[in-house]
Nanobody
Framework: QVQLVESGGGLVQAGGSLRLSCAASGRTFSSYAMGWFRQAPGKERELVAAINWRGYIYYADSVKGRFTISRDNAKNTVALQMNSLKPEDTGVYYC????????????????WGQGTQVTVSS
């Protein structure tokens, strides 16, 4: 069982930065792939970035060069640094976990945080 708690969302102007953090419970955190998803009103939940248990990283094309995902297995945390934010980055951001391999499909993740709101004003 893995419990996930996100923090760090908020309101920021376009061009600004935010850092999201996700704290995980459990002794096998290092064996999980971690993903950051976002969901805008009326849209499906989409993968923004993921890091698997070996450290392989995936980014959605829309955030490449602006967002950075990282994990600290000693602290059981995963972070998402978001720079050069755009209004289209607005949404609820969720931290998710699945065993070892990352996936772009939300349904394949077994554990989810409660979500944190990110609002980017123009």
């Amino acid at each position: 069982q893995v419990q996930l708690v996100e923090s760090g969302g908020g309101l920021v102007q376009a061009g600004g930065s935010l850092r999201l953090s996700c704290a995980a419970s459990g002794r096998t955190f290092s064996s999980y792939a971690m993903g950051w998803f976002r969901q805008a009103p009326g849209k499906e939940r989409e993968l923004v970035a993921a890091i698997n248990w070996r450290g392989y990283i995936y980014y959605a094309d829309s955030v490449k060069g602006r967002f950075t995902i990282s994990r600290d297995n000693a602290k059981n945390t995963v972070a998402l640094q978001m720079n050069s934010l755009k209004p289209e980055d607005t949404g609820v951001y969720y931290c998710a976990a699945r065993w070892q391999r990352s996936s772009t499909t939300a349904a394949e993740y077994n554990y989810w945080g409660q979500g944190t709101q990110v609002t980017v004003s123009s």
